[in-house]
């Protein structure tokens, strides 16, 4: 070793057989030693905002959105790929998810607003075509109404009940008769 102009430089002993080619792979090796990437050149503002948006359940679309990055390409190259498999495992759970029941059963439908007089309308027997120009629908819109297994059963209630009103109002009625007593 030997004192250099501020401090000890090493010097390698180059005497013994070998040391020549040691030297030169040992130099090499350091030369050309890959560099291990920090903490923070791995991870960019994008990742950041993009942990968030996953996290909180957002898939690809949302990904894009949050950080405003054009294409799924461009994400690619600028967000860490464990993060956007992720976010494509977020859009995966989103598809996988049932559509609620009532969706899946029978589609809404679109202009006709159903009420309780309708019901009863029907009930009594008015026909469909005069009951759909009157609710703006088409007649056949009813037809597939009346056809929820639901709307048949409130049909034959509201029957029952329309019955059953009939026979109340007509019960004093028939009892006048019976006593012989005139109508009034």
């Known amino acids: 070793m030997r004192r250099g102009g501020g401090g000890w430089l090493y010097k390698p002993n180059l005497s ?3 040391a020549k080619k040691r030297a030169y792979a040992t130099w090499l090796h350091n030369r050309y030693q890959p560099q291990l990437p920090l903490a923070s050149d791995l991870h960019s503002t994008y990742d950041q905002e993009a942990v968030q ?4 359940g957002g ?3 949302a990904l894009l959105a949050a950080t405003e990055l054009p294409t799924l390409e461009s994400a690619a190259a600028q967000i860490d790929p464990v993060i956007l498999a992720r976010a494509f495992d ?3 759970l ?11 059963r029978r589609p809404r439908l679109r202009r006709l607003l159903p009420d309780a007089e309708l019901l009863r309308r029907r009930a009594t027997g008015e026909p469909l075509r005069t009951l759909a120009s009157d609710y703006a629908v088409a007649h056949t819109t009813l037809v597939r109404f009346f056809a929820h297994p639901e709307i048949k059963q409130q049909l034959r209630q509201t029957a029952q009940q329309l019955r059953a009103e009939r026979r109340a109002r007509a019960a004093p009625r028939s009892a006048k008769r019976k006593a012989g007593l005139p109508r009034a």
């Open 59 to 61: 898939g690809t679309q």
């Open 90 to 92: 977020n859009d995966a």
């Open 94 to 104: 989103e598809r996988a998810q049932p559509q609620p029941v009532t969706l899946t």
């Open 16 to 18: 013994s057989p070998g």
């Open 53 to 56: 948006v996953v996290a909180a």
